[in-house]
């Protein structure tokens, strides 16, 4: 998969393009706000398989030993894309990528309180 960076090197701004084989797809994530331990939006845009407009947002909340987080990816099913949602569970299809991106931030942040 190839990723080109553009914009600010961090917070709003910030983001990349991607190109990858037909499972990866191709598209662009830009941050449109980043509120300090408490939220990052960002524009996800899907140019291949399917073309979507997913806003993103990450919520950060303080409880006793850490950090929750919320992950919320919302957008329409339009063309193809709303025919797809017919027959598909989205939850089944990208729920393991959540649990997987969400465990790899963990990681993240445990080594770097080490």
Same mark, same amino acid.
């Given at each position: 998969?190839?990723?080109?960076?553009?914009?600010?090197?961090?917070?709003?701004?910030?983001?990349?393009?991607?190109?990858?084989?037909?499972?990866?797809?191709? $598209?662009?994530?830009?941050? #449109?706000?980043? =509120?300090? /331990?408490?939220?990052? !939006?960002?524009?996800?845009?899907?140019?291949?398989? %399917?073309?979507?407009?997913?806003?993103?947002?990450?919520?950060?909340?303080?409880?006793?030993?850490?950090?929750?987080?919320?992950?919320?990816?919302? $957008?329409?099913?339009?063309? #193809?894309?709303? =025919?797809? /949602?017919?027959?598909? !569970?989205?939850?089944?299809?990208?729920?393991?990528? %959540?649990?997987?991106?969400?465990?790899?931030?963990?990681?993240?942040?445990?080594?770097?309180?080490?």
């Amino acid at each position: 998969m190839s990723r080109r960076y553009f914009g600010s090197e961090s917070g709003a701004g910030a983001g990349y393009a991607w190109s990858g084989n037909r499972k990866a797809g191709s $598209g662009t994530m830009e941050i #449109l706000e980043s =509120v300090p /331990a408490t939220r990052i !939006h960002i524009r996800l845009e899907f140019t291949k398989p %399917f073309k979507a407009l997913n806003p993103t947002t990450f919520t950060f909340r303080p409880v006793p030993g850490g950090t929750e987080v919320t992950w919320l990816m919302t $957008g329409e099913n339009k063309g #193809l894309g709303r =025919v797809f /949602a017919l027959f598909m !569970h989205m939850d089944k299809m990208v729920g393991a990528d %959540f649990e997987r991106g969400l465990a790899a931030l963990a990681s993240t942040v445990a080594a770097g309180k080490s």
